[in-house]
């Protein structure tokens, strides 16, 4: 089965007998096999009936709202892809082609009122509650999409079926697209016109629903400002916080300037910092994080999956080994910097980025992160190392240090240059 398209019923009515046959017509156009899925606890033998006469499904969902009927559907689907649409008409059959044939653009396709040439045809009340919900939504979430509450979309099936998704309301809408985001999916807008219909059998888009957006809302920021969202790193160098945006930009600045004369260089533990895209070529990045690599493809960077405790590599194979922001979360006894030195070739340089716990100002600053944001990043911290331990490890292993640099006098960024032959 190649597509799934799911429509939530909350009153079946007569809008059905008009959008089915015209789906069908769609769908048999674009020569794609599919299955409709109508979601309804509103079951009768019309109903029945017409699902039959357009070889549709009808399906009970077994937990309430919009959001329930969408996960019933999600649970029955069988498609590479899924389709949703609001049953009332306000989502014209037509807008599926082009949904369809943008699927190739991204992960998830919205039909956005609110995208370039966009449009939605509402009462001026209900125009300004959707957009300030929209901009809350967009604006405070960090999430660079126009239209988050449209339920017009086509997503890639392995999307929502990776997903444990709380809310049930009109609400799983956002929640879908933030933790799709935060795992590195590619989302892509395409314009339409959103013009309600009266005789509408979809769910009511009502102030009623605003307790629900605003738990939603303080779920997903907490979810977004955490450092497994796909984008962190990325995110963090054009952050609204002055010093973070400061500290990420001068660690870039100091990295790419020990590397970027290097190559090829291995970045290790990449995530989606804008290193990569500074790197020579013939470079790449590794992470053992899925989402995280996602992410990084806007770099247009090779991307290897992997553990910085056993690097698929043969030994020398980089002219360049590059790990930031690492070694302080793994345990001191794993093989991680021997691993490091491995792949380096002979002559080559490492990179080695760390907070420098010898540091008085780096102790200070992470115990008022601790106090500030309990449970963040700080606390992941296991390992800490200094500058005199770290030149220590490398100097007996024959490597000679050849740059020492600070962000702020805490983070510290060293660079070695492995000796042409075993030290005796």
């Known amino acids: 089965m190649k597509l799934s398209v799911i429509i939530p019923v909350r009153l079946a009515g007569p809008s059905l007998a008009i959008l089915l046959p015209h789906i069908r017509q769609v769908l048999a156009e674009l020569e794609v096999e599919a299955e409709i899925l109508v979601v309804t606890g509103d079951i009768n033998r019309k109903l029945l009936a017409l699902a039959d006469q357009f070889r549709a499904q009808v399906v009970a969902p077994t937990e309430p709202g919009y959001g329930g009927a969408l996960l019933a559907g999600f649970a029955r689907a069988t498609g590479a892809?899924?389709?949703?649409?609001?049953?009332?008409?306000?989502?014209?059959?037509?807008?599926?082609?082009?949904?369809?044939?943008?699927?190739?653009?991204?992960?998830?396709?919205?039909?956005?009122?609110?995208?370039?040439?966009?449009?939605?045809?509402?009462?001026?009340?209900?125009?300004?509650?959707?957009?300030?919900?929209?901009?809350?939504?967009?604006?405070?979430?960090?999430?660079?999409?126009?239209?988050?509450?449209?339920?017009?979309?086509?997503?890639?099936?392995?999307?929502?079926?990776?997903?444990?998704?709380?809310?049930?309301?009109?609400?799983?809408?956002?929640?879908?697209?933030?933790?799709?985001?935060?795992?590195?999916?590619?989302?892509?807008?395409?314009?339409?016109?959103?013009?309600?219909?009266?005789?509408?059998?979809?769910?009511?888009?009502?102030?009623?629903?605003?307790?629900?957006?605003?738990?939603?809302?303080?779920?997903?920021?907490?979810?977004?400002?955490?450092?497994?969202?796909?984008?962190?790193?990325?995110?963090?160098?054009?952050?609204?916080?002055?010093?973070?945006?400061?500290?990420?930009?001068?660690?870039?600045?100091?990295?790419?300037?020990?590397?970027?004369?290097?190559?090829?260089?291995?970045?290790?533990?990449?995530?989606?910092?804008?290193?990569?895209?500074?790197?020579?070529?013939?470079?790449?990045?590794?992470?053992?994080?899925?989402?995280?690599?996602?992410?990084?493809?806007?770099?247009?960077?090779?991307?290897?999956?992997?553990?910085?405790?056993?690097?698929p590599f043969a030994a020398g194979s980089f002219g360049c080994v590059l790990c930031s922001q690492v070694v302080e979360h793994v345990p001191k006894d794993s093989p991680i910097l021997d691993e490091l030195e491995r792949v380096l070739r002979p002559g080559g340089r490492l990179v080695l980025g760390t907070p420098d716990y010898g540091q008085w100002e780096w102790i200070w600053i992470e115990k008022l992160y601790g106090w500030f944001a309990p449970g963040g990043y700080a606390d992941e911290h296991i390992t800490h190392y200094t500058r005199r331990e770290l030149a220590a490890h490398f100097r007996d292993r024959g490597f000679t240090l050849e740059a020492v640099h600070y962000i702020l006098r805490s983070e510290l960024i060293l660079a070695f240059r492995k000796p042409l032959r075993n030290p005796a």
């Open 81 to 311: 892809y899924i389709l949703t649409m609001d049953a009332d008409l306000s989502h014209p059959p037509d807008v599926v082609r082009d949904l369809w044939n943008h699927r190739q653009c991204g992960e998830i396709i919205i039909a956005s009122r609110y995208a370039p040439n966009g449009r939605a045809q509402l009462p001026a009340s209900r125009l300004l509650s959707s957009r300030a919900l929209n901009l809350i939504f967009s604006r405070g979430l960090s999430l660079p999409v126009h239209d988050l509450s449209s339920g017009f979309r086509l997503y890639k099936a392995q999307v929502v079926r990776g997903q444990t998704l709380v809310a049930r309301d009109l609400d799983i809408l956002q929640e879908i697209l933030v933790r799709a985001y935060g795992d590195g999916w590619h989302v892509t807008e395409i314009p339409y016109t959103y013009a309600p219909k009266e005789q509408g059998s979809s769910w009511p888009r009502t102030l009623r629903f605003g307790l629900a957006y605003l738990k939603t809302f303080w779920m997903l920021w907490n979810w977004r400002n955490s450092i497994l969202a796909a984008d962190y790193d990325d995110r963090a160098f054009h952050s609204v916080v002055p010093l973070q945006r400061y500290w990420q930009r001068e660690r870039y600045r100091l990295v790419t300037g020990l590397a970027c004369n290097e190559a090829p260089v291995l970045d290790v533990g990449c995530g989606s910092s804008r290193i990569l895209s500074a790197l020579s070529g013939g470079s790449l990045g590794l992470d053992i994080l899925v989402r995280k690599l996602r992410y990084a493809r806007k770099f247009s960077m090779p991307l290897v999956q992997g553990s910085g405790f056993n690097l």
